[in-house]
């Protein structure tokens, strides 16, 4: 953190950093006194479920039962210690699978009318009642909101796979977690990773004309643009490079952030955390829904989802999800077509063995959003609808394939084998005038270069875990042990064209691309990574929960370059681990603590010294809180870290690379998120201070990374009208501030800017009976047209998307 005084920059304190911490809890638990207490269903409690619970401690079984079930479970503490419980399998209700678990324990249980359980000892006299009739209790409560894979209504996932590569509640994982649900990407229509996590804290993106093909994150002050980096798809790393295409949004079931180092469980990422989108998948149940939308520049979009079991016995079910888009954009010649489809299958021929395939399908027809100097976009001589490329030229266009497979079997004694795969293939043409390489002159002619980029890239991916849950030495074990792999290839030629002009008054341009295929500036690179880990999650006193992991990575790269023939191979090993500490009050308090390391290999050579790059290393300490009010659906989280990543390759004013670089990020992040009666909440504080430290280029040290903010705000609430006496209606808006961004190498900041996005829908069967099953739903973001840009560097900056407006008519039955 920083503050200007007479041209000087000021680090604030350590103590500063921790007041800003303890405002943000304080703030987090003011907000539950302003809200009530929500209702859930008691619909699940007629319905049977798959459970699959094995022998272990009571408390254990509980949670897991919770998890199964989506029942909220109540209790004392000290009833359950050093009680053990029965294994508990097959398709029963609630109460069934609650009977069996008590049956030896002297325990009895009482379901309420809001659908919760509360457990008391047998000989427990009646406590005081609400006004639901449950008794209250000196309790905690495990919040019954689906396992990590499954669809969760609402904005609150209870539980995650990307914070220990194990189905573990959030409020148990000692580092930063946010989960985007299907539902919040649903309601907020976003059409791109980078839009499905804007409401999310740590996170900082380019302008909707890039990430509208491509996913590029900045997270905690580094770069996450690839599986290289960490975009993950359901655990594994996806694509090769950034510009294989971007995830659709309607393909997921949600999107998981795990903020800060995180190479402990997945290798070689970058230091500022993950993003890890997880696949819709087949359904036990029927899924039938299909949408049709229309909206700005012609926009035309038909989407289906469909899911259930194929047999009668449910031993295979499937899920198939589509989308296909004819549409204009907001820039001049510029299409914004897709089609995309996903198909899964799953075999459970029992409650122990499961086999999901998972196949997608994804083209994208669209143009390339070009980088501008600043100059330009703040000249007033280009507007940000203007096409400033050739017709018939200007491109991109990908076809991605991907085809994998995760199975999983358990075996007796609670030993559980995972093993996980997938092929991913992309094929890109990008072709774009590059209009950063001159001014725009007083006349108004911008003089371009032409760029084009035919691309090939693939991935080969495999995870094979062992989990084994065990009780010793009086606590809790949950171990962990595997191996993974990856490889990638990223071929890709890359050829130039003379100098060509547009002329911005009458749109002529001088010349065609003509590009030259004698030189070829690209280059082709092959990789294999590869690790084993080991973490052991430990329960003890029913309170405590110690994380400890290490991990063992090798990675092996070669690379060509076209232009020269030099091929350059890096062989890289390294041991990084991670520890931290949670403690559970009874009353939903959660504080934690942990460090992490990350590891992310380099390619390429030492100007200075000749040698083969360094592995990037990165080093966090990180302390939160979090709080699950009892008896809501809510969340709130704080944290405070400090994090850097030294061996940083930077590039002085000739371009040559110098291994001298070094960024320190340190921040404070607040989120809240979840559901009270008829409101849905989403919101959040960043605070980054992301400092180059060290750089080959003079200027840049002392500097904010750029593009990212030093503070940003967003919150999201939309509200069903139901008490209102309009049943079925719902509206929702948002609001997104970003602040200042640092360009590095100049004096000038990026402007702060502030964006609003409004959410109405109606179901229409509840207005009319004969419409059972339709929604109609209207968006709108960017509502009041802001003008804004974002910038990554001095001739690296784009034109804000502006208002566009959709409306979507769905059908589910």
Request: aromatic share 10%; charged share 20%; net charge negative.
């Amino acid at each position: 953190m920083r503050d200007y005084q007479n041209g000087r920059r000021h680090q604030a304190s350590g103590a500063t950093v921790l007041r800003m911490l303890m405002a943000g809890v304080a703030i987090c638990v003011a907000g539950v006194a302003t809200v009530g207490i929500s209702t859930p269903t008691m619909a699940q409690m007629s319905q049977t479920f798959g459970f699959d619970i094995p022998s272990t401690s009571l408390s254990r079984a509980l949670r897991q039962f919770s998890q199964q079930s989506g029942v909220q479970v109540a209790y004392r503490t000290a009833i359950a210690a050093n009680a053990a419980a029965p294994s508990v399998k097959g398709q029963l209700t609630p109460q069934q699978a609650l009977s069996t678990l008590l049956a030896s324990s002297g325990l009895r249980y009482s379901f309420t009318g809001s659908g919760a359980v509360t457990i008391l000892a047998a000989d427990a006299a009646a406590g005081p009642a609400d006004n639901t009739g449950a008794t209250v209790l000196n309790t905690i409560v495990v919040a019954g909101t689906g396992g990590a894979f499954d669809r969760v209504e609402g904005y609150r996932a209870d539980s995650s796979s990307s914070g220990a590569k194990t189905d573990t509640p959030i409020i148990e994982t000692p580092q930063s977690i946010s989960v985007v649900t299907a539902d919040q990407i649903a309601n907020q229509r976003a059409t791109s990773l980078s839009e499905t996590l804007a409401y999310t804290p740590g996170i900082a993106t380019q302008s909707g004309g890039f990430s509208r093909m491509v996913d590029d994150f900045m997270i905690r002050g580094f770069n996450t643009a690839s599986g290289n980096t960490g975009t993950l798809r359901d655990g594994m790393k996806f694509q090769s490079s950034v510009y294989d295409g971007g995830q659709e949004p309607y393909g997921l079931e949600r999107v998981e952030v795990l903020r800060g180092a995180s190479s402990v469980l997945y290798g070689q990422v970058a230091p500022g955390g993950i993003v890890n989108a997880i696949s819709k998948r087949p359904t036990t149940t029927p899924l039938h829904e299909m949408n049709l939308e229309y909206g700005s520049y012609n926009r035309k979009q038909i989407s289906a989802d469909f899911g259930g079991p194929v047999d009668a016995d449910g031993v295979l079910s499937y899920r198939l999800t589509g989308l296909y888009r004819d549409a204009d954009n907001w820039v001049d010649n510029t299409s914004d077509n897709k089609a995309y489809i996903a198909p899964a299958l799953t075999w459970k021929p029992d409650e122990t063995t499961s086999l999901t395939l998972l196949g997608s399908y994804q083209h994208v027809d669209t143009g390339f959003a070009p980088p501008y100097l600043l100059s330009d976009i703040t000249s007033g001589k280009l507007s940000r609808d203007t096409f400033t490329g050739i017709d018939n030229f200007d491109t991109y266009k990908s076809d991605i394939y991907t085809i994998g497979g995760m199975f999983e079997h358990e075996f007796d004694d609670g030993l559980k084998l995972r093993s996980s795969a997938r092929y991913f293939h992309a094929d890109i043409q990008w072709n774009y005038m590059m209009p950063n390489v001159a001014p725009i002159s007083a006349g108004g002619v911008m003089t371009r270069l032409a760029s084009e980029r035919p691309e090939t890239s693939y991935g080969i991916t495999s995870d094979n875990s062992l989990e084994y849950t065990f009780d010793a030495f009086g606590a809790e074990h949950t171990l962990l042990g595997g191996f993974d792999f990856y490889r990638r290839s990223y071929d890709s030629h890359r050829y130039r064209g003379t100098a060509s002009q547009l002329n911005l008054n009458t749109g002529v341009n001088s010349s065609g691309p003509n590009v030259s295929y004698a030189v070829d500036r690209g280059s082709d690179s092959i990789g294999d990574q590869y690790g084993i880990y080991l973490q052991d999650q430990i329960k003890f006193d029913d309170h405590w929960i110690l994380l400890l992991g290490g991990r063992h990575d090798w990675a092996d790269g070669s690379t060509k370059s076209y232009q020269t023939g030099v091929v350059t191979n890096q062989r890289d090993n390294a041991f990084t681990g991670r520890a931290g500490l949670v403690y559970l009050f009874d009353n939903g308090v959660a504080p934690y603590v942990s460090v992490s390391q990350s590891f992310l290999p380099q390619v390429g050579s030492d100007f200075l010294t000749g040698n083969a790059l360094k592995p990037n290393e990165g080093l966090q300490y990180e302390t939160g809180i979090r709080y699950q009010p009892l008896g809501t659906n809510l969340q709130f989280s704080a944290a405070v870290y400090d994090l850097n990543q030294k061996n940083v390759v930077s590039y002085n004013s000739s371009g040559n690379a110098y291994q001298l670089g070094e960024v320190h990020s340190r921040g404070l992040e607040l989120e809240a998120r979840g559901d009270i009666g008829n409101w849905g909440l989403v919101a959040a504080y960043t605070f980054t201070d992301a400092e180059i430290t060290a750089s080959a280029k003079a200027a840049e040290i002392g500097e904010q990374v750029a593009l990212v903010p030093r503070h940003s705000f967003s919150i999201w609430a939309d509200y069903g009208l139901d008490d209102l006496g309009l049943e079925g209606v719902r509206l929702g808006g948002g609001m997104r501030y970003i602040g200042k961004t640092n360009l590095t190498d100049s004096v000038i900041d990026g402007p702060s800017y502030v964006l609003f996005d409004a959410m109405a829908s109606v179901d229409l069967g509840k207005l009319n009976a004969d419409l059972e099953g339709l929604d109609f739903k209207v968006n709108a973001r960017n509502l009041f047209d802001r003008k804004y840009y974002t910038c990554v560097s001095l001739d690296g900056c784009r034109f804000g998307e502006p208002m566009t407006v959709s409306a979507t008519l769905s059908y589910k039955w």
